[in-house]
């Protein structure tokens, strides 16, 4: 949204100078910083905060007026450890509604949503944020710790998955697939090799002080499943009744946005750091 703003800003200012006059776009000529990702990442930043701040001990409270508890398991199937966890009985769950809320909220305020990599991101996370609320939903409805069955939590991971990864392969403007020429130039990821410019095709692996790349192929669609499906049950088995995925999510995610921001910034990925560039990248931070 405010990228859009930004964009009708911009062509306010430009027919004011093409008219030799000066109206409300130079007024509001600090709207000029909506075009940086850097100025949208820390208000998104500080937005998600807020939002988190106002609206998480209204949705805490609400879950727990409606008694939207997270059953644990007995003794006889745990042994021991029904009895460390007997305490956390009733603890609130279903609260990754709040952070997929805020998180989509933030997203279309200060991103711009029909980026490739935006979408993409996004719908992986609503997809597999669904299948988290279908499990949780099971496990209160049905007062059944088990919640969606193992097998059917990774049927699902992997359609997502695969679709994730087939859209990121054959996309023209994130892997460059299909584009020949002066069209290759602005399309896909791009690195340094021997002073020169190198398409680097986004089935490729680059390691950290390797100015080269190993292209996988096809390879690249099963091995980005695997992260995608790895990273989700990551999440999960850290998470448990203790919210501990909050605190490594943040950190991983943090380094995530610098790494994103980095390959989407010409001069510091393809003249510093000789990571491959993608012009659409950085607006993942």
């Known amino acids: 949204m405010l990228y859009w703003i930004y964009e009708l800003w911009q062509q306010a200012f430009e027919a004011e100078n093409a008219a030799g006059r000066e109206g409300w776009a130079h007024t509001f000529s600090f709207l000029n910083l909506l075009q940086y990702i ?38 006889e199937e745990v042994h021991k450890l029904a009895e460390l966890h007997g305490g956390k009985a009733g603890t609130p769950t279903m ?20 980026n490739p990599f935006v979408a993409v991101t996004t719908c992986v996370m ?9 499990d949780d939903y099971t496990k209160v409805v049905k007062k059944d710790s088990a919640g969606v069955s193992a097998r059917q939590k990774l049927f699902w991971q992997f359609v997502i ?13 994130v892997s460059g697939f ?20 190198t398409h680097v095709p986004i089935s490729s692996l680059t390691f950290p002080l390797v100015k080269n790349f190993f292209d996988i192929g096809f390879l690249a669609i099963p091995f980005f499943v695997l992260i995608i499906v790895g990273c989700s049950n990551a999440v999960n088995l850290t998470d448990g009744l203790d919210g501990l995925a909050t605190g490594c999510t943040i950190t991983v ?33």
Request: aromatic residues 10%.
């Open 253 to 285: 995610a943090l380094a995530y946005a610098v790494l994103a921001y980095l390959a989407g910034h010409f001069y510091m990925a393809h003249e510093y750091l000789f990571i491959p560039h993608n012009r659409l990248s950085g607006e993942l931070s």
């Open 38 to 75: 850097t100025f949208r990442a820390a208000l998104a930043t500080i937005f998600s905060f807020v939002l988190s701040l106002v609206v998480g001990p209204r949705v805490i409270r609400r879950l727990i007026s409606m008694k939207v508890g997270q059953p644990i398991r007995s003794a």
């Open 95 to 114: 609260g990754g509604a709040l952070i997929l809320g805020v998180v989509l909220t933030t997203v279309l305020l200060c991103g711009r949503p029909l």
């Open 178 to 197: 299909g584009a020949e020429g002066a069209d290759l130039e602005s399309m896909g990821f791009r690195m340094k090799i021997g002073g020169d410019s």
């Open 126 to 134: 609503l997809g597999l944020g669904l299948l988290g609320f279908m």
């Open 161 to 173: 998955g695969l679709v994730a990864a087939c859209f990121l392969y054959f996309k023209k403007e």
